[in-house]
């Protein structure tokens, strides 16, 4: 049986500048000369036959000040510029639980949460206190995830979850614990949400993992499963902080310029800006 085709969206909610050195691991390794890095915070939204599934979502207003991250749309104004009701999303993946991938959950009280049980483990465990944890996460944030496993709302997983037809979760850990990637059906080439398995496309071209890892091992593995996928079939990879994708995809009408992209069956203009 055919799957369902669906729309992808990558929402842009915030940005930073910074240097290379801060966002791949030992970068000195590389003997190269340091220079400037944009990263670009996004979240995504699937949009089906039936219903939307949001994945991530972003980081709250406090949590991006107090790490000098330029808030640029709001999640709850960029869904209510797409016509979507936060009240009527029932179902959030999260990819993992640092505090620019799940600092809005509260916009949506009604939807089962889906995430991974070993990064569920991880951010409610004492590990997770320790600084080099700590600093990518909120308490208040793993709270919400707390309060949600106590409503029956956060739904755990291991190894992948088939949320719906053409939309699978696959723990792939590296980055965090139990990191998660996102694929989807579209008309197109089939979609790839790697989120922060793959922060920037350079991560996949030169091997060079991000500079906050739990586990190098898994980070690299999975760097390569990506990347033979990608070499062997049609697969449309979506970076979970790469400013290149804003140039990769066509603008979403429904967005401001700059804000946001759809994925949906455009292929072509990926290979056309690499």
């Not at 029932?90 to 889906?114: K, S």
């Not at 792939?172 to 990191?179: E, F, N, S």
């Amino acid at each position: 049986m055919a799957l369902p085709d669906h729309r992808v969206l990558a929402v842009r909610v915030g940005t930073r500048e910074t240097e290379r050195s801060d966002v791949y691991l030992n970068y000195r390794l590389y003997g190269e000369v340091d220079g400037p890095a944009t990263v670009d915070y996004y979240f995504w939204i699937i949009q089906g036959p039936d219903s939307t599934v949001v994945v991530d979502t972003g980081f709250s207003e406090q949590a991006g000040r107090k790490r000098g991250r330029t808030l640029l749309l709001h999640p709850s104004e960029a869904l209510r510029q797409l016509g979507i009701d936060p009240d009527s999303v029932e179902d959030v993946i999260v990819t993992h639980g640092h505090y620019d991938h799940i600092g809005n959950l509260g916009l949506f009280p009604r939807a089962r949460i889906h995430m991974t049980a070993s990064e569920y483990a991880f951010w409610t465990s004492p590990t997770a206190l320790h600084t080099q944890f700590s600093y990518y996460s909120e308490p208040d944030e793993i709270d919400v995830l707390r309060r949600a496993e106590s409503e029956g709302r956060l739904l755990l997983f291991s190894g992948s979850l088939d949320l719906a037809p053409g939309i699978r979760v696959e723990e792939v850990g590296g980055h965090t614990p139990g990191q998660a990637v996102v694929r989807v059906s579209t008309e197109g080439a089939p979609v790839l949400l790697a989120s922060d398995a793959v922060h920037f496309y350079e991560e996949l071209e030169r091997d060079m993992p991000f500079t906050a890892v739990s586990d190098l091992p898994a980070m690299y593995a999975a760097f390569e499963a990506i990347r033979n996928e990608a070499s062997g079939n049609a697969l449309t990879v979506v970076p979970g902080h790469d400013a290149d994708v804003l140039t990769r995809f066509p603008q979403c009408p429904q967005l401001p310029e700059g804000r946001g992209v759809d994925i949906t069956g455009h292929p072509a203009l990926q290979e056309e800006g690499s």
